[in-house]
């Protein structure tokens, strides 16, 4: 065997493994994600939410609805947000308004994490309707490079996006 073949093979298994730790920890996040939502502070307003939305059905994102229900979250939203990286929020609390504000803040794992959990909210909302990128990408200014990652993503994923 050639010395190319036996140091391709190597880089091979090398990223295989890497991309196998990557995969670990998504599974592992993906088992605990949002589990705060257990808590108390958090479950309460949650059930008194979901009243709501079973009498009136859900609200747009960016609506003056959708506002008017967030703002009635307020302290469940706020440790929700402070518990899960996986919330651009979570860095302007963690850093005080530093320089790691935001999406920015994050790394890889929150980035992929925050991805589908937009995608499981659209499906919570509306599983027919297209994917609220722009909303999202606005809200959070996320850098157009990043919002163009994003959206390739979910045209790849098979995903409708708005």
């Known amino acids: 065997m050639s010395t190319a073949v ?28 949002d589990a ?33 229900r967030t703002d009635m979250l307020g302290p469940m939203i ?21 320089c790691m504000n935001g999406v920015n803040g994050m790394d890889l794992f929150d980035l992929v994490e925050m991805f589908f959990d937009w995608r499981a909210a659209n499906l919570d909302r509306d599983a027919g309707a297209p994917m609220s ?9 996320i850098d157009p490079m990043l919002a163009s990652i994003l959206r390739n993503t979910a045209e790849r994923l098979g995903y409708a996006v708005k």
């Open 6 to 33: 036996e140091a391709t093979r190597k880089h091979i298994a090398q990223v295989r493994q890497l991309l196998g730790m990557f995969a670990a920890e998504m599974i592992r996040r993906g088992d605990v994600h």
């Open 36 to 68: 705060s939502k257990f808590d108390p502070i958090e479950m309460g307003p949650l059930e008194a939410m979901q009243e709501i939305i079973d009498r009136d059905g859900p609200a747009l994102p960016g609506s003056e609805e959708y506002k008017r």
């Open 78 to 98: 706020a440790h929700h947000r402070m518990a899960n990286s996986h919330h651009p929020e979570f860095y302007e609390f963690e850093y005080g308004g530093d």
């Open 133 to 141: 990128l722009s909303y999202s990408i606005e809200k959070y200014k």
